[in-house]
């Protein structure tokens, strides 16, 4: 099995930067592309801005207490953490890595996976 290799890109320099306002969910960007950063069990997790389905914006949806995205549109849900769509409309959430490092905040792409969109 080859080992997993990820790009880092920073975006934020700590925690603190990000506005997760009442639910739990920031948007970040790198290169003028955003992709959301949720928080959920004192961990943070990154997925893709749009939902899947129909380009719901997923900053405006909120995280249960399961761990899924809820979208604000359709109410689709996707686990946060592996990107399934727990609802089983059969959809896949882009998701990403994120590591708090001294230096800043990181979003973490497998190579093959392409640019948050
Ligand atoms: S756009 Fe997200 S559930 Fe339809």
């Known amino acids: ?19 997760f ?3 739990n969910i920031a948007v ?5 592309k955003k992709v959301c950063i949720g928080k959920y069990n004192e961990g943070l997790f990154a997925f893709a801005y ?4 129909a380009g719901g914006i997923l900053a405006e949806g909120y995280i249960d207490a399961l761990g899924h995205v809820v979208c604000p549109l359709h109410r689709y849900k996707y686990s946060i953490q592996n990107g399934r ?5 059969g959809y896949y959430l882009k998701h990403w890595r994120v590591e708090q ?6 979003v973490g792409m497998e190579e093959s996976s392409g640019l948050f969109s």
């Not at 080992?3 to 506005?19: F, G, M, S, V």
């Not at 749009?50 to 389905?53: N, S, Y």
């Not at 769509?85 to 409309?89: A, L, M, T």
């Open 28 to 32: 970040a960007a790198w290169k003028g």
């Open 85 to 89: 769509n727990v609802s089983g409309e």
């Open 1 to 19: 099995m080859t080992e997993k290799k990820y790009t880092w890109h920073k975006i934020a320099d700590n925690i603190t930067a990000l506005d």
């Open 101 to 106: 490092r001294e230096n800043g905040v990181f």
């Open 50 to 53: 749009k939902c899947p389905h």
């Open 21 to 23: 306002g009442d639910n």
